[in-house]
């Protein structure tokens, strides 16, 4: 608690990235007078007209709203720089009925929480998409879920993709076995046939 005060300080005295001001000049209009401006004379505290310096703080109160208008207008900017660059990196995914997803363990605590425990849990079929990103769910005995589901808990299952990508393997496989066995025959016989030959020629 001791050190609250000077917390509140820095913040208030420290130039926003969004707007380009200190909360402290939005407020009072002037900039802060930091305490080793105080201990150690500068050019700013040494030679002050008071006059001078009231009518300028006058003038700059004045000025003081079109000035925060400036920063809400920066900030404004900032924020919508910043959420373009959110939104080019955000990959949007929905789902339809019939698809297969998992779910997150760590919302839905279907199985005990702990770092050996997988993070999703299922599959589960979607039966309906409700919009904004909500769906329900039914079990593979084909149970229905009790609630919706958002999107951010549910990422999609590929089982049906493994299963079709090992079936081709498997094929692959096959084909490139007959045609090893098929050559290793080839071979067979034409070292047959040779020893045929050297037989009759001898």
């Not at 080019?88 to 009925?97: A, D, E, H, L, Y």
Request: glycine residues 6%; charged residues 30%.
């Amino acid at each position: 608690m001791e050190e609250i005060s000077h917390v509140f300080w820095a913040h208030r005295t420290m130039i926003k990235s969004s707007n380009g001001d200190t909360p402290f000049l939005l407020t009072y209009g002037t900039e802060a007078v930091i305490p080793a401006e105080i201990g150690m004379p500068t050019l700013r505290t040494a030679k002050v007209d008071m006059v001078q310096n009231d009518e300028a703080l006058e003038i700059k109160l004045d000025l003081l709203e079109e000035r925060r208008e400036q920063a809400a207008i920066r900030e404004a900017k900032s924020k919508a720089k910043m959420e373009k660059y959110y939104n080019s990196k955000v990959r949007s995914t929905s789902f339809k009925p019939g698809d297969l997803v998992h779910r997150s363990n760590d919302t839905s605590h279907a199985e005990a929480v702990g770092k050996l425990v997988p993070k999703w849990e299922g599959p589960y079929e979607v039966t309906k998409a409700l919009g904004k990103g909500a769906y329900k769910l039914r079990d593979r005995d084909g149970k229905q879920l009790p609630r919706t589901w958002n999107v951010r808990n549910l990422k999609k299952c590929y089982v049906l993709e493994m299963e079709r990508s090992s079936i081709s393997l498997n094929t692959s496989l096959d084909i490139l076995l007959n045609i090893c066995t098929y050559d290793l025959i080839i071979i067979c016989s034409n070292r047959r046939n040779g020893a045929c030959r050297s037989k009759s020629s001898g």
